[in-house]
């Protein structure tokens, strides 16, 4: 079993690395400092920050916010751009997650917030950064300003209150608001990692990405890579929700079959009409054999995005449920960008009227038109992930588009 | 890569999306690369680009390119050149 | 010789005046993204432009040859700070002002790139002052300014002007208006 719910605390007693798939809640619930140290000993410990970049990249450590990328790469690029680009760098942990399904950042930051710290204040030596911020929701920020209270060195860590939207997280965002107080995305034509926070080099890393860092600066990279597979190593926390028995935030290993962690949170994988991996900006799949993986062949995987697994039960209608979140999404653009702004309405609308409404042949092909033309077309992501998002409905829901095509729809959710 | 402009792009142009209002400048001075979308912001004319937001153009279309982004109202467009 | 001078003064002024006018009913018309009649949209910007630049030719020809003018006795301090001419101060007062006005938003159109969109826009929005202060200058300070065939044209400026000026408020100014109005809420 690759699986172990992060609510089964592992209390060690001694420091050690922590063993099998519960490394990140291994000190327990609301881990204060001192048993945080019990658990994991002390930071920075067996292997020297100087060298941190090179830990990163043996541990293969991918991101855990969304996009996947490689950690060690930002991590170089920001170094890379020192002296070259004016003023030293800053270092932002992004805990925003704007992402409604996501709560394993909010789980995270309030169970073992240490290990966070850990891992921001690493990465901000390991840089010398001249800022460090950690950014997250107002109701994030008690328990982070406890635990930095804890720790003296910690000190130095300025907490930003995240706004409650959904693409509060995006980076260009989490950089604008910090700078400006707006967390909306703005145009770049290079990279954060060179010019961001102020013109200066910076990195934005997840939350959970810094807890990461955080053990293989203390436990090493093959520690990091005992868990997980060789192009997918060490565990990741999937915020599960939707047809199952209870939501919970689960760590599981690289590559885990997607089904073992529908079951592992109580779902019959048999019983749903689709699932939803990665989020709103995420894709509908068909469990199958697909597994939870950041690389691999496309038609093995499902990249875990933001780390969501929604389950859709078989009684209920995955056309309707993607109108509902197309609907959201249209209502968290920023507005800034003119595709954006105006082609995301255009397509919850074409999409609502095929989830509720008529059997119009025309609204397929509507559907495809506008997901061409809005993709790619914004400063930030919002409209190409709101675009996978109802395209992957159009395929996994292929069945249910026909039906609804020839007017009816045999979920139990039916047309109104 | 686009059979119109061929296999070395001149430069790209990149469209600032947070500040076109689409007034409907480049289009007209670009109808090779640019099209208008339902709102009139500019599209890509070539469908099968892969990035929407970064519009390669040839040697032919050097000083329409550069007209266009002399004229437009908004500052939003950057021409990138290869490094 | 001075006769010429204090003739061609007046004469480039009024010229300016009119370019001035025209040139903000184009740039309204830039403003809805709409193309006028056979010209492009791009080519209703440049003559925007082009026509504002010749306005400035003219505005450059009246102060200068005024500033030589014994009659006008316009001194250079007069030329950016209002108010202190020794003939008509208010009224010559008033064309400092445009002056100083144009003399801004010039600055800030050929600096646009490196200004930013922002800086561009809200100093270009001056024009809405300096053009009836500019008219208000030829009114009071014209030598012809209160005569008869004058008024009417300052009339018919400023109905022109002001007819573009509803037109930009009206709710179907904007080319995109029709386009953009049923998912904008």
């Known amino acids: 079993m690759t699986i ?18 519960n490394r990140l809640f291994a000190a327990g619930a609301y881990a204060n400092y001192r048993s945080h140290l019990l658990t994991y000993g002390p930071a920075g410990t067996g292997y020297a920050t100087a060298g941190l970049l090179e830990l990163l990249e043996a541990s293969g450590l991918t991101g855990r916010g969304g996009a996947g990328f490689a950690a060690w790469r930002k991590a170089a690029a920001t170094a890379a ?12 942990a992004n805990g925003a997650e704007g992402e409604p399904l996501s709560f394993k950042d909010r789980t995270l930051l309030h169970h073992a917030p240490h290990l966070v710290l850990d891992g921001l204040l690493a990465a901000a030596d390991a840089l010398a950064a001249s800022r460090v911020y950690l950014y997250t929701a107002a109701s994030n920020l008690p328990p982070v300003r406890q635990a930095i209270g804890e720790r003296p060195e910690a000190g130095r860590i300025r907490l930003v209150e995240a706004p409650d939207t959904f693409i509060s997280g995006e980076a260009s965002a989490v950089v604008n608001a910090i700078e400006s107080g707006s967390a909306t995305p703005v145009d770049r034509i290079g990279r954060l990692t060179e010019h961001g926070f102020k013109g200066r080099p910076t990195l934005v890393q997840n939350v959970e990405t810094l807890a990461h860092l955080g053990l293989i600066a203390r436990f090493g990279p093959d520690w990091f890579r005992s868990a997980g597979t060789e192009r997918d190593p060490g565990t990741r926390l999937v915020s599960v929700s ?10 599981v290993a690289g590559e885990t079959p997607l089904v073992d962690v529908l079951r592992a949170a109580g779902a019959d994988p048999s019983a749903l009409s689709g699932v939803l991996v990665g989020g709103f900006h995420g894709r509908w799949v068909d469990p199958g054999n697909l597994l939870l993986s950041a690389a691999g062949p496309a038609q093995e995987i ?12 078989s009684h209920r209608c ?17 507005g800034k960008c003119g595709p954006c702004r105006f082609g995301l309405p255009a397509l919850s609308a074409t999409l609502d009227r095929l989830a509720y409404g008529g059997a119009d042949p025309a609204l397929l092909p ?3 038109r506008l997901q061409s033309m809005v993709a790619g077309r914004g400063s930030c992501h919002h409209p190409d992930g709101t675009v996978q998002l109802t395209a992957s409905a159009l395929a996994v829901f292929a069945d249910d588009v026909d039906r609804h095509l020839a007017g009816y729809c045999n979920r139990k959710e039916l047309l109104s | 890569m686009s059979a119109a402009t061929g296999p070395e792009p001149a430069g790209h142009l990149h469209i600032n999306w947070t500040r076109c209002d689409g007034r409907g400048i480049c289009t007209e001075l670009l109808p090779s690369l640019l099209i208008r979308d339902d709102w009139g912001y500019p599209l890509a004319a070539d469908p099968e680009l892969a990035e929407k937001s970064r519009i390669p153009f040839g040697r032919a279309s050097e000083r329409d390119v550069a007209d266009a982004v002399a004229l437009c109202p908004r500052l939003a467009l950057t021409v990138l050149r290869p490094r | 010789m001075d006769e010429a001078l204090w003739a061609f003064g007046r004469a480039s002024g009024a010229v300016s005046l009119a370019l001035f006018t025209l040139s903000v009913v184009l740039g309204i018309l830039v403003r809805s993204g709409r193309p006028l009649l056979v010209l492009p ?9 082009n026509v504002a630049l010749f306005a400035l030719i003219f505005l450059g020809l009246h102060v200068g040859t005024l500033m030589l003018d014994p009659y006008a006795q316009l001194r ?8 202190l001419g020794a003939v008509k101060p208010f009224w010559q007062g008033l064309g400092t002002v445009a002056l100083d006005l144009a003399a801004a938003v010039v600055a800030t159109s050929l600096l646009r790139r490196r200004l930013g969109p922002g800086i561009f826009r809200a100093v270009h929005w001056l024009t809405y002052v300096l053009w009836p202060v500019a008219l208000l200058h030829a009114v009071g300070n014209g030598t012809d300014g209160t005569s008869k065939w004058f008024l009417l044209l300052a009339l018919a400026a400023a109905a022109a002007v002001g007819g573009a000026g509803l037109w930009r408020l009206s709710p179907r100014f904007l080319e995109s208006a029709r386009l953009r109005q049923e998912e904008a809420s």
């Open chain 1, 366 to 368: 509507e559907l495809r």
């Open chain 1, 81 to 92: 751009a020192r002296g070259r680009f004016g003023g030293g760098p800053v270092v932002i």
């Open chain 1, 318 to 334: 995955g056309l309707a449920e993607t109108a509902r979140i197309a609907a959201y999404l249209a209502t968290q653009s920023a």
């Open chain 3, 76 to 83: 250079l301090v007069d030329v950016v700070v209002p108010f």
């Open chain 1, 242 to 251: 939707g047809d199952v028995p209870a939501e919970q935030v689960l760590e």
């Open chain 1, 302 to 313: 499902v990249r875990p995005g933001a780390g969501v697994v929604f389950a859709l039960g």
């Open chain 3, 41 to 49: 949209r791009f080519a209703v910007t440049l003559v925007h432009r």
């Open chain 1, 4 to 21: 172990s719910p992060a609510s089964a605390a592992f209390r060690g007693t001694n420091a050690a690395a922590p063993e099998g798939n």
